[in-house]
T-cell receptor, first 115, second 114 residues
Framework: GENVEQHPSTLSVQEGDSAVIKCTYSDSASNYFPWYKQELGKGPQLIIDIRSNVGEKKDQRIAVTLNKTAKHFSLHITETQPEDSAVYFCAASTLQPSGTYKYIFGTGTRLKVLA | KAGVTQTPRYLIKTRGQQVTLSCSPISGHRSVSWYQQTPGQGLQFLFEYFSETQRNKGNFPGRFSGRQFSNSRSEMNVSTLELGDSALYLC?????????????FGDGTRLSIL
């Protein structure tokens, strides 16, 4: 079935350094890839997304890259700050028999930014 | 604009009981999806409702059911609760659930089974 693998499961970086989280998906028809940030006691919040017709997208300190041939996409956070500490989830769209889409989520990366 | 609202935030039940969770989507959103989140399994898709109809379903037993009302509010029911049902249940809404529409999540209902 459809699957999204996410690595690493935990990541510790020094404040100011960069963090990279990688995801691989299995459904070659997937064409929408959102990233979510989940803080303690909260639901996941969308932080950035990318569509399959785009190779890279940036929003201030956050960027996402997509390699459709290799079926993987990555989240890049530059100049990390303590408030970036959270669990990050990637997701990939997958077409259902109903003709609509659902999202398959990765298992999450716990990012700790050390001050 | 108010976000997705889930009630209650916390629930404690015992094995064999049943439970109903509620979700109010963002105003104007007609697609509501439910997920189960556990430390070991991450976010697992339960089902999606659109215009009061279940449109997609995940791989969960029939003890898990849901419905959607004409105002797009949704409820999820779990019958004959088991210890393994302890989890954070998340609801997410989007305008129509079509591709490229991001889902907006509520803060979840944490269900604990004793």
């Amino acid at each position: 079935g459809e699957n999204v693998e996410q690595h690493p499961s935990t990541l510790s970086v020094q404040e100011g350094d960069s963090a990279v989280i990688k995801c691989t998906y299995s459904d070659s028809a997937s064409n929408y890839f959102p990233w979510y940030k989940q803080e303690l006691g909260k639901g996941p919040q969308l932080i950035i997304d990318i569509r399959s017709n785009v190779g890279e997208k940036k929003d201030q300190r956050i960027a996402v890259t997509l390699n459709k041939t290799a079926k993987h996409f990555s989240l890049h956070i530059t100049e990390t700050q303590p408030e970036d500490s959270a669990v990050y989830f990637c997701a990939a769209s997958t077409l259902q028999p109903s003709g609509t889409y659902k999202y398959i989520f990765g298992t999450g990366t716990r990012l700790k930014v050390l001050a | 604009k108010a976000g997705v609202t889930q009630t209650p935030r916390y629930l404690i039940k015992t094995r064999g009981q049943q439970v109903t969770l509620s979700c109010s989507p963002i105003s104007g959103h007609r697609s509501v999806s439910w997920y189960q989140q556990t430390p070991g399994q991450g976010l697992q898709f339960l089902f999606e409702y659109f215009s009061e109809t279940q449109r997609n379903k995940g791989n969960f037993p029939g003890r898990f059911s849901g419905r959607q009302f004409s105002n797009s509010r949704s409820e999820m029911n779990v019958s004959t609760l088991e210890l393994g049902d302890s989890a954070l249940y998340l609801c997410a809404s989007s305008p129509t659930g079509e591709i490229n529409q991001p889902q907006h999540f509520g803060d979840g209902t944490r269900l604990s089974i004793l």
